[in-house]
């Protein structure tokens, strides 16, 4: 964990609704594992406050490459940056998702900006796994295909692809790998993830959720960042313990 | 350049500890800095039994400021003293163990049990947290309480005693004094005021326990004021909390009357601040000629 002054190498618009972005970043490039994220302070004023959180979407060498969407007052500054311009950036934070062990099929399930981690994880799971990727979106706007391998698309409004959600699309389509050994990535809104949770659990699925809330330091100082253990023995810390657990280890 | 303080009879080497709740029980801001530079650690809240503290959302954004109703999630006195003393203890700094309690005997008992660790060097008593349903902001309310639970705690440590106030009462220096009169060594202000905020669109109150406590850069005015109002009224060596981002804050803390600080809400942002707030204050007191950081204490000019 260190901070690190990183300058703005590129900023672009990938939709109406998403950036990327792409900072120099050594220090934090050359450690940080997919899943995990990192902590951008977006003013050197006292307001906006907090740090915000953003998943590493993908290194290239020095750089490190982050996707985002337009939601609130520190992503509007952040999507206002320019080339040149520094960042103050924490990481990496978080435990990353698990890539090692034995399967055949990698299943990366996606929803809106919730496709930003897999980038990365596409480009580090061994070669010798398929990966198939599942992307949903309110609308083609909210779609993101950046780097994603073997792509299946679905929109709430649909405007392109299956219409409904990702869910439902990954549904229909789960009995034709189910006699492979699958491993299962998701990241996306909670209702997404939880509706993924009760299928991996009702069909026994090896499954990562990746889980977002609000934080305020992301590195298990404040405590403010609390998701319920399954076993009811209290609570687990997203930006610590997380933001990636196994679907059976968490309560929504 | 001579940075100790003192408050009461306890020796700082430097006036910068970090407040309880914002550091967790050290080991993680250890990644960051090195703890024996800075003048103590004020650990998390401690209570008698284990506490899981509230359910999400527990935080949420204010401008410059946020909003926290954690609940006290804490390890409780039996793991604190087994598994996280041990890492304290090795630092090389002060350590002052905070300590919350829904009853005046809890207080007491928290604070015997503790009192046998040699390496906590001071107790802060907690009697402003408001974010818990039993005590917390009854006491920190109620000017008897709080010297009740004064004159117990000290009944049963030799250790200094420190009485961390709420901001939220009328007239802080009257709790001050209760402190004072009932044999307590100092007193710790401010503590979180009580804020709420609520979504526009579903009407909901933002997080769960609908209010929390309120701290950073947004309370730095209101907490200056109340350190003053104690340092006007009442002779008690004071620490000064409340929004305090750099060394500015730091020496402006001091000069209305804290004899020490605590840093929140910053370690949040900026896990380096307390020792960026040092070299800050160094160069501060080269600048003003300034042979002792502790004649800064209540050196304002009204
Ligand atoms: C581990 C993790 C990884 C994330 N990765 C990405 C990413 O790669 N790309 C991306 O666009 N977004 C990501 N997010 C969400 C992103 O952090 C929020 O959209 C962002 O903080 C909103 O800030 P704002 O100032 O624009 O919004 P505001 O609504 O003005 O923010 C106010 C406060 O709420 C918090 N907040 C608001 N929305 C969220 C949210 N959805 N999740 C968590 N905190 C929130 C903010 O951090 C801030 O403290 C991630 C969140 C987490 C927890
Ligand atoms: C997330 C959080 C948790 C806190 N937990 C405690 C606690 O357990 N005990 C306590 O006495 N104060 C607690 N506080 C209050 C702080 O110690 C401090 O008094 C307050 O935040 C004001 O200082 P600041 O503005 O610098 O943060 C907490 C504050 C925050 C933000
Ligand atoms: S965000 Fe502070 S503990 Fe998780």
Known sequence: MVIEKARIESIQKLSNYYYLIEVFSPLIAKEIKPGQFCNIKVTDTNYPLLRRPFS??????????????????????????????????????GNGFTIEGKYDLAILIGGGIGTAPFPYLTKKISSDVDIISFIGGRTKEHL????????????????EGFHGTIIDLFKMEL?????????????????????????????????????????????????????????????????????????????? | MDFKVKIGSLT?????????????????????????????????????????????QRICETPSGMLNAIGLANVGVEIFLKEKIPFLKNLNTTIICNIAASTIEEYVECTKILNEEESIAAFEINVSCPNVKEGGLEFGNNLEAVGRITEKVKSVTNKPVIIKLSPNVSRISDFAKVVKDNGGDAVSAINTLVGTSFNIWTRKPKIKNITGGLSGPAIKPIALAKVLEISRNVDIPIIGIGGIMDWKDVVEFMIVGASAVQLGTVNFVNPYASIEILDGLKNYCEKMSIKKISDLTASYIL
């Open chain 1, 56 to 93: 590493i979407c993908d290194v290239d060498a020095n750089k490190l490459i982050f996707v985002f969407d337009v939601h609130g007052e520190g992503t509007k500054i952040l999507s206002s940056k320019k080339k040149g311009d520094e960042l103050d950036i924490l990481g990496p934070l």
């Open chain 1, 144 to 159: 993101i295909k950046y780097q994603m391998k073997n792509i299946h698309l679905a929109t709430d409004d649909g405007s």
């Open chain 1, 175 to 252: 009995k034709n790998f189910i006699n492979k050994k699958i491993r299962i990535f998701a990241c996306g809104p909670t209702p997404m993830l939880k509706a993924l949770q009760q299928i991996s659990l009702e069909q026994n699925l090896d499954c990562q959720l990746s889980v977002e809330c609000a934080m305020a330091c992301g590195f298990g100082i404040c405590q403010g960042c609390p998701i319920e253990k399954s076993n009811g023995d209290g609570y687990y810390l997203v930006c610590k313990d997380g933001p990636i657990f196994d679907a059976d280890k968490i309560l929504f």
């Open chain 2, 12 to 56: 700082l080497k430097n006036p910068i500890l970090l407040a309880s709740g914002t550091v967790g029980y050290g080991n993680e801001i250890a990644e960051f800095i090195d703890l024996s530079k800075i003048g103590g650690i004020v650990t998390k809240s401690i209570s008698l039994k284990p506490r899981k503290g509230n359910p999400p």
